[in-house]
């Protein structure tokens, strides 16, 4: 079954140029943190806007940026145990195995995309940084 979602995002503004650097720090400091990081939020930098990066390991391990990320469809709940940069040890939540994300690329294109399995459970967790969620 696939459930939509009308979640609204606190920090939704539109991109701009600036935007960009964020973005590539964000990428930067990931990279650095590979070893222990598999995504990031721009607030987890002290930046109040809405962009995720992560890592796709579907695509070769790839780091991706997503502008304004917002979760439109989502199927398969399951319980998962996640850590995090912003707390010691592992928390409880309920993912989704599938979820349909749209989003804002590099070059600010409106885009919509499918995410499965551990991809779309880093998606997840990031927006929830976005929206003030800390599991």
């Given amino acids: 079954m696939l459930y939509s979602s009308t979640s609204a995002r606190s920090i939704f503004a539109e991109e701009s140029p ?3 650097a964020v973005a590539q720090d964000l990428k930067d400091t990931l990279d650095a943190h590979r070893n222990g990081c598999v995504g990031m939020a721009a607030n987890m930098i002290g930046v109040s806007k809405s962009i995720i990066a992560f890592v796709d390991e579907d695509f070769g391990g790839r780091i991706f940026v997503m502008f304004n990320p917002t979760i439109t469809a989502k199927d398969g709940a399951y319980d998962a145990s996640e850590g995090c940069l912003s707390l010691k040890g592992e928390r409880r939540t309920v993912r989704f195995q599938r979820i349909e994300v749209s989003y804002a690329d590099r070059k600010f294109r409106e885009r919509h995309a499918t995410f499965t399995g551990f991809t779309a ?5 990031e927006i929830d940084h976005c929206e003030g969620i800390i599991i």
């Avoid at 459970?121 to 967790?125: A, E, G, L, V, Y």
């Fill in 121 to 125: 459970q880093i998606i997840q967790h």
């Fill in 18 to 20: 600036e935007d960009l």
